[in-house]
């Protein structure tokens, strides 16, 4: 009986028709919560592309944001000197540029914290330093050291009129150095056999994993030293007879701010607050250095940077001013 009862409400038109009726309401709610969530996520994509265009729109703004006025002009040296680095050539040399264009700077200042880098890099400051003080010979620069400023740091300091220091700075490191690694001994001990084809006697040249040859030693020591002799003849160039003559200066020996006034490598203890008020007389500091845009900003927090650096570290046989 309850059987026949069942099977007659299934054949009811009404019961199908109620049953078609929520079906299709389900569907259109269901297509409903679809274009919510559809719009909702075109709407936070579509702002956020506008915010991308708007921050990347913001360091022209900046830019034109240096005031009116006499002020000091300030380059900050920050970290390793090296071309794909925020101390690069590239962006140092186009802050200075900027700087002694704007006849409203009455002096630069170089803040430097830097253990030093590409003798490349730094070399190519120091020329644009000594271009520009020649193009305005009216403008001075000043270093200030902060923590640190050795190698490559020093080679870029050295084009200033004048160096400051803190009391505990620490200066010098005039020096080059090339490292790498040597892996024969623990591939016979691994018994691995290295296979290395070249075309030209010395295109195997400084292989970790060959033996060290006299005549490869020999020319690298030669590099070396014409690098180093460089170094020395632009210190020699920049402080004159400030510095005093003693060969541990050359050495890569390292001193605090206190000793190298001493030296000859720092003319005096000062802050940059200090030089601008006091010795270029003009307190407002303006920083000229280039900031990283923001796209390059949010690479680097998704590590794109710190995979490019894991990779260099993996890179021998560097020459740098360290």
Request: proline share 3%.
């Amino acid at each position: 009986m309850t059987d026949q009862v069942n099977n007659t409400g299934k054949d009811d038109p009404k019961w199908q028709q109620d049953v078609l009726t929520k079906l299709l309401f389900s569907s259109l709610e269901e297509q409903k919560r679809t274009r919510l969530y559809s719009n909702i996520f075109k709407g936070i994509f579509a702002g956020y592309l506008i915010i991308l265009l708007l921050i990347m729109l913001l360091p022209s703004a900046t830019k034109d944001a240096i005031p009116k006025g006499d002020h000091t002009a300030l380059i900050e040296i920050n970290g390793v000197i090296a071309a794909n680095a925020e101390a690069s050539a590239d962006n140092i040399v186009t802050g200075l540029r900027e700087a002694f264009e704007n006849e409203d700077a009455k002096g630069v200042i170089l803040r430097i914290n830097s253990p030093g880098g590409s003798p490349v890099q730094s070399g190519y400051i120091n020329d644009e330093i000594q271009r520009l003080k020649k193009l305005h010979p009216d403008k001075k620069v000043y270093a200030v050291i902060t923590d640190l400023c050795a190698s490559g740091g020093y080679y870029i300091a050295a084009a200033a009129d004048e160096i400051y220091a803190d009391k505990a700075s620490v200066v010098g490191s005039i020096g080059v150095v090339m490292n790498g690694f040597g892996f024969v001994d623990a591939m016979e001990k691994l018994g691995v056999e290295r296979r290395l084809y070249t075309a030209g006697e010395n295109k195997g040249f400084l292989d970790p994993f060959s033996p060290q040859k006299q005549g490869e030693i020999d020319h690298v020591e030669t590099l070396l030293l014409q690098i180093h002799q460089q170094f020395i003849d632009v210190v020699k160039t920049g402080r004159g007879d400030k510095i005093k003559d003693d060969k541990k200066l050359f050495s890569g020996l390292i001193w605090t701010g206190e000793e190298a006034i001493k030296l000859g490598l720092v003319d005096a203890i000062g802050s940059s607050s200090h030089v601008a008020r006091e010795i270029i007389k003009a307190e407002e500091i303006v920083d000229y250095t280039p900031k990283p845009s923001y796209l390059e900003q949010l690479a680097d927090r998704l590590g794109v940077a710190a995979a490019s650096t894991l990779a260099e570290s993996f890179q021998s046989n560097n020459i740098l001013m360290r």
